[in-house]
């Protein structure tokens, strides 16, 4: 079972950056594609960014578009999210979490229903 393990959350103000990181804790999870989720108080958890297993094809929410960035280094086995000019409503607990099927090298998805393994999640808050 893959478990990916989140860390780098914190408190920052509106308009600065934080990088998150998803290392796994058990096999391997360079076969698989990862993603981002997050979720504020009272919302339901919600599609940030995914990464392809080849890191070919990468997807955004559109909300995060042009200041997120995810990325994975595989032979750290790690993935990271690269979250600039953060606003206040970026404040959630971010998951990081692995498909439950391969397919293909260029597979992405953006619905939760097609990631099996969570991490426990990261904090963020964006001050005004």
């Known amino acids: 079972q893959v478990q990916p393990v989140e860390s780098g959350g914190g408190l920052v103000q509106a308009g600065g950056s934080l990088r998150l990181s998803c290392a796994e804790s058990?096999?391997?999870?360079?076969?698989?594609?990862m993603a981002w989720f997050r979720q504020a108080p009272g919302k339901e958890r919600e599609f940030v960014a995914v990464?392809?297993?080849?890191?070919?094809?990468?997807k955004y929410a559109d909300s995060v578009k042009d200041r997120f960035t995810i990325s994975r280094d595989r032979l750290k086995n790690t993935v990271y999210l690269q979250m600039d000019k953060l606003k206040p409503e970026d404040t959630a607990v971010y998951y990081c979490?692995?498909?439950?099927?391969?397919?293909?090298?260029?597979?992405?998805?953006?619905?939760?229903?097609?990631?099996?393994?969570w991490g426990q999640g990261t904090q963020v808050i964006v001050s005004s």
């Open positions: 979490a692995a498909a439950k099927r391969s397919y293909t090298s260029d597979y992405v998805s953006l619905l939760k229903a097609d990631f099996g393994s």
């Open positions: 058990g096999r391997t999870f360079t076969d698989y594609a």
């Open positions: 990464i392809s297993r080849s890191g070919r094809r990468i």
